[in-house]
């Protein structure tokens, strides 16, 4: 059974029909790129994963969870789905470990010091162990977002939903939120990621999906997608973001 | 009968001036309680709260002080409600306190990204532990300069009441002004104190502002 399922979903904002009817399955252990111009719903399609936007018609099901069904538990959804945004949204009145365990204590209901222990543990691992006691405005951007990542991971999420996490970024900076990306990548972690470096894209991705007008206009594997495009759509967004 | 303006005349002005802190003090906290109330009107998903709200903010903001003073002094006993100078001014202070907090408590709260309550939900937070752990204590903090600008003015405002015959720190200058003849040194005084008490207002407003850390 795929990890995520979405069966021809419809979303509208308003009168404006944003997702036309996407079908899509994820195995465990897949990562995926979603890719587009700007406005094709490739942010919407992630939202909608984790329930931060409800949909019209058509079904999701995430980790045996309905996210489409009235009354599902989206609290428990999106403690199995970690989601890391391209505006970071650290709680900025919180230090770093304290970001990280707020959740721990509140949804994981942990105890403090095992939930500043992971703390500890997952900041090391996006290379900020230095900078537990720090509030995120003392942080560069790039910081921030791997702490954003870390605060996602501790949760231990059975997938991650990505949108644009490098796009805010400082070019100088954004090496160093991808090398993150590729170390959970490496640890077998489920992903979708919204994202504009193609050759992250090519590099990491399993499979790439390209949006178009709302719906998904190419799938297919990473390589081949991003070297063999089918369609016009897709050749000239290529042409457009690689030169 | 004239006399000097003298140290006890100034323990007079010290005494009276717990009066203006008192009153200054209840209608923080009336009109916090009060402002609460307002603040949670306006935001809530029903209308008819929304203009009640909305009514009640404008009529308070959009009439001078001492008229709302008047009305509680002069206008309850018309209704057989006798009312003593102290009460109506607690009243009418607490009153036109609560339509400001109540802006100034929505402003804030809805001043705070809605990011952050999108980043609290996708950690799994519910939406009690949203409001009360990222979004409030962030609401606070943008709401401690503007709230605590408030109180001062509150401060100086009490002055009004001495109009009713509550003698706080005004009314008690008119009085040693009037025994004495030497107003310049009685109301320099008087100034002088609520200069201590606005500016010390001030400063823990600094302070507190630079402990909540929070975004700017
Ligand atoms: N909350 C909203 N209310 C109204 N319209 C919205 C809302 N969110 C998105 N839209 C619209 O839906 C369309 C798709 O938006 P979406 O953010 O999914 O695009 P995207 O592919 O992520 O684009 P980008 O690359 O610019 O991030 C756009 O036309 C956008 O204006
Ligand atoms: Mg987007």
Redo the contacts with the bound molecule.
């Keep these: 059974m795929p990890l995520i399922e979405i069966t021809d979903i419809h979303k509208r ?2 009168a ?1 029909e ?1 997702l036309k009817g996407v079908s899509l399955a994820l195995e465990k252990g897949e990562i995926v790129a979603v890719i ?12 909608c994963v984790n329930g931060l ?1 409800k949909v019209q018609s058509g079904r999701i099901v995430v980790d045996g969870i309905h996210v489409t069904a009235p009354g599902a538990d989206l609290n428990l959804l999106r403690q199995r789905a970690g989601m890391v945004f ?1 505006s970071y949204n650290l709680f900025p009145h919180l230090t770093v470990e304290r970001n990280v365990t707020l959740a721990l204590k509140l949804v994981r209901k942990m105890e403090p010091s095992a939930a500043r222990e992971v703390a500890r543990q997952v900041v090391a691992r996006v290379g900020l162990a230095d900078k537990l006691l720090a509030y995120p405005d003392e942080l560069s951007g790039g910081q921030q977002q791997r702490v954003a990542i870390a605060r996602s991971l501790a949760m231990q999420p059975t997938l991650m939903l990505f ?2 996490i490098t796009s805010a970024l400082d070019p100088e900076l954004v090496g160093e939120v991808l090398r993150v990306l590729e170390g959970v990548a490496g640890e077998g972690m489920t992903m979708m990621l ?1 994202t ?1 470096e193609m050759n992250f894209a090519k590099n990491v991705a399993d499979r790439v999906i390209f ?1 178009h007008e ?1 719906r998904i206009h190419e799938d297919g594997p990473a390589r081949e997608i991003l070297l063999e495009p089918r369609t016009a759509e897709l050749r000239s967004f290529l042409n457009a973001v690689l030169h | 009968m004239i006399r000097e303006f003298s140290e006890a005349d100034i323990a007079y002005l010290l005494l009276a001036t717990r009066w203006t802190v008192l009153l200054a003090l209840v209608a923080m906290i009336g009109g916090g309680l009060l402002g609460i109330v307002v603040a949670v009107l306006r935001v809530v998903q029903f209308r008819p709260a929304n203009w009640l709200a909305i009514g009640y903010i404008n009529l308070i903001q959009g009439t001078p002080l001492l008229g709302q003073l008047f009305v509680f002094f002069f206008g309850l006993p018309l209704f057989g409600l006798s009312v003593d100078a102290w009460t109506a001014a607690a009243l009418s202070l607490s009153i036109y306190a609560s339509a400001f907090f109540g802006e100034i408590w929505r402003g804030s709260l809805q001043s705070v990204s809605p990011r952050q309550w999108e980043a609290g939900a996708s950690l799994g937070l519910t939406y009690a532990q949203r409001l009360f752990y990222v979004v409030l204590p962030q609401a606070v903090r943008i709401s401690v300069a503007p709230t605590v600008g408030f109180l001062v003015q509150l401060v100086k405002n009490t002055s009004l009441t001495a109009l009713i015959g509550f003698v706080e720190l005004t009314r008690a200058s008119q009085i040693i002004s009037g025994a004495t003849f030497a107003p310049l040194p009685v109301y320099l005084t008087a100034a002088a104190i609520y200069f201590v008490i606005c500016f010390s207002l001030s400063q823990l407003s600094h302070m507190l502002e630079r402990r909540l850390h929070a975004a700017h």
């Design positions: 904002f308003g404006v944003v587009g111009r700007s406005g094709s719903g490739k942010s919407t399609l992630l939202r936007e391209q949108d644009e919204v504009h949006m709302g």
